[in-house]
């Protein structure tokens, strides 16, 4: 489903990973990375491209989504996990979506006890880390 939407938009997906092992619900974690690979590619320039991290630094395990994509301007940056907040209303129906994906990460990263950050450019990209 992620490779159809990345190939409609021509968003080259790339890989950089090492073996990691994380604690949790699968589900949840299924949920985290997912969410955050769908965002990557629905808010990304045509032609761009996602990057999914994943690596342990000092016993911790660090996931990492970056886009090529709109970026997020500083006063968002925060407000993005909030339930059906959306940056750009005028856009929901081009970008489709239910402004519910972000909170979901929000939620199932605090259920692992993991911390969030958000580094974001306007017009450069965006990218959403996860500490576990």
Do not use: W
Not at 3 to 27: F, H, M, Q, W, Y
Not at 37 to 49: H, L, P, Q, S, T
Not at 64 to 90: C, M, W
């Amino acid at each position: 489903e992620l490779e159809v939407a990345a190939s409609k938009k021509n968003v080259e997906i790339v890989l950089d990973v090492e073996p990691c092992t994380i604690l949790g619900v699968r589900r949840y974690i299924y949920e985290i990375i997912y969410n955050l690979c769908d965002n990557a590619i629905r808010y990304n320039v045509e032609n761009g491209k996602v990057i999914i991290s994943i690596n342990n630094s000092s016993g911790r395990t660090i996931l990492a989504v970056t886009d090529t994509g709109i970026g997020l301007a500083p006063e968002h940056q925060n407000r993005i996990f909030e339930r059906f907040y959306r940056v750009d209303k005028s856009h929901s129906k081009e970008t489709g979506g239910t402004g519910l994906g972000l909170s979901i990460v929000k939620h199932a990263v605090q259920y692992h006890g993991g911390k969030l950050s958000v580094d974001s450019e306007v017009g450069k990209g965006t990218t959403i880390s996860v500490m576990f």
